[in-house]
């Protein structure tokens, strides 16, 4: 049974490519309104279980419920009230920025798209280049756009790959406080996969620690921080990333 | 709550989702003149040589003398199959070369619509493909192909929906397999041409290949165009014949298209496309 206010409900879920468990067994819910991020090094898991959340990949075994629905049965019931951006994934090149947002804002069935357009390029500041192909935009104008794209239909629950790769930390700033803002604006979930540790501890209520497809540890930033007796959460991060346990630093740095 | 009520995309089937492919692939053919003029050059060129061809058996062909459009006519409606099947293809490879499949379905954009679309704008390309030659037969060699009147409607929409069934199969292919199997879009079609009988009647085949030959719409469409350029005689039963195969491919090949695409969902296909 997944708790009232879970938005996403994980259980069990298993991805294999053949010989290669790429996800195992990860269990977890995303509570309503919150940011939850899923971290861990290349190849732990993470953008596999947001391409499985998101229909795009099926699992092996599993189950997937997303705002109730049987994500493998009903996917389309509730990807209109979600939204997803990755720096990978891109948008056609050749597109105008308007065109790009404008196509996107029909396939989610918008009821004003020329409107709505215009207010994410408005809130998001890429109105000035919203004629320009989006292949010849710069990777922080791209990652704006992609930004723009994912909140074209408000989503209630957003997913976003590394949402600040790449970026210059000027931009990188901008983006997490649009996050912010839009979160605390609209009240919707997000759960997001980076490897940047400030980020995640600046705007995640909920970590899950990801290693070789598990999920190795779960909690709040400031609770993983304290029970691994840590300053900040990338101190965290290296420990769980290379198997270390609590105090098996302070044992190292004693022996040297 | 999202604020915008219209964002939900649960119905079965939208066309406006099914317009929104179709116009995002319009903005990049209106994006690229050289585009444009690479959808009617081939046709037009072909349209040309085969002008040429026609005008020089005309003296020297008592067959080809009887009904002097044929040549130019099965050029024209060859390539209407070629273009149908291309019309696909191509555009279902956009979206790959743009790595732009994972972006489409995670909205709610179904595979069954995304399938619709491809044929919609196959019709599209096609059309424009296609009309400059057919329009230039007309002072070039006194040729109008829009004489064959309302069996040319029954030919074009059945040579279509064959490039369809072709071009949906190939997309398929090369969903499963990755963009290094994309020359199979220029060179799949001509396995049909020889058995198509574009050129030349069916009975002109070994007899052992000709039930392989009427196992094809095309077969039964240019034995059909024959028909009505040398005896001005619309043959219904091959009409038939080519909705009827038309029908059973044009299902088995969305049913390849639409496993293919579950397969690519169990592989994880949809993110990784591209060169």
Redesign the interface.
């Known amino acids: 049974m997944d708790p009232p206010d879970a938005v996403v409900a994980v259980d069990t879920l298993v991805k294999r490519f053949a010989a290669v468990t790429a996800v195992d067994a990860v269990s977890f819910t995303v509570a309503a309104g919150s940011t939850t991020a899923l971290l861990g090094g290349n190849g732990a898991g993470k953008t596999t279980t947001l391409a499985i959340l998101l229909g795009l990949l099926l699992p092996t075994s599993g189950a997937v419920r997303v705002f109730g629905e049987d994500m493998l049965r009903h996917r389309h019931r509730v990807l209109g009230r979600m939204n997803f951006s990755s720096p990978y994934v891109d948008l056609p090149r050749r597109l105008s920025v308007a065109e790009n947002l404008s196509v996107y804002g029909h396939l989610y069935g918008l009821e004003s798209v020329k409107d709505r357009v215009r207010a994410v390029a408005r809130d998001l500041d890429i109105e000035p280049f919203l004629d320009r192909p989006t292949g010849e935009l710069s990777a922080g104008q791209k990652t704006r756009v992609a930004l723009a794209k994912a909140l074209l239909n408000e989503p209630d629950l957003l997913l976003l790959d590394e949402p600040t790769a790449s970026l210059d930390p000027d931009t990188g700033d901008w983006v997490r406080s649009y996050l912010e803002t839009y979160r605390h604006r609209t009240g919707a979930t997000i759960l997001l996969a980076s490897h940047n540790m400030g980020e995640v501890e600046r705007l995640c209520d909920h970590v899950l620690m990801m290693r070789t497809g598990r999920i190795v540890d779960r909690g709040s930033p400031d609770d993983l921080i304290a029970r691994y007796g840590r300053r900040t959460l990338e101190e965290v991060f290296l420990d769980i990333a290379r198997d270390r346990r609590r105090g098996d630093t302070d044992r190292d740095t004693a022996a040297q | ?10 119905a079965l089937f ?1 066309w ?2 099914i ?3 179709i ?2 692939h319009t ?2 053919l209106r ?2 003149w050289p585009r444009l003029l690479e959808l009617a050059y081939w046709p037009t060129v072909q349209m040309i040589l085969w002008g040429f061809i026609t005008t020089f058996f005309l003296g020297h062909s008592s067959w080809v003398a009887q009904a002097a459009g044929v040549l130019i006519s099965a050029v024209l409606l060859w390539d209407v199959l070629f273009r149908a099947n291309l019309g696909v293809s191509l555009t279902f490879m956009e979206e790959m070369w ?3 499949l ?9 595979p069954y619509e995304m399938v619709a679309a491809l044929t919609l704008m196959s019709l599209i390309r096609t059309a424009i493909s296609v009309s400059p030659a057919a329009l230039l037969a007309l002072p070039l060699y006194d040729v109008w192909v829009f004489s064959l009147g309302p069996p040319l409607v029954a030919f074009f929409a059945n040579l279509l929906v064959f490039g369809w069934s072709i071009g949906l199969v190939v997309s398929a292919l090369v969903l499963r397999f990755g963009l290094g199997a994309e020359s199979l879009a220029w060179v799949a079609i001509f396995a049909v041409a020889p058995l198509s009988g574009i050129y030349y009647p069916i009975d002109t085949l070994p007899g052992w290949l000709q039930p392989v030959a009427w196992s094809l719409p095309s077969a039964h469409v240019f034995e059909g165009m024959r028909s009505v350029l040398f005896d001005d005689v619309f043959r219904l039963d091959l009409l038939a014949g080519a909705v009827a195969l038309n029908a059973a491919y044009l299902a088995l090949a969305s049913g390849f298209f639409l496993y293919t695409f ?1 397969v690519a ?4 296909l ?2 990784q496309q591209g060169e």
Request: net charge positive.
């Open positions: 709550m999202s604020a915008h009520a219209g964002a939900r995309g649960g939208s406006r989702r317009g929104a492919v116009l995002r903005y990049v994006s690229s743009a790595r732009n994972g972006q489409m379905f995670v909205s709610p954009l179904r579950h969902r169990r592989r994880g949809l993110l």
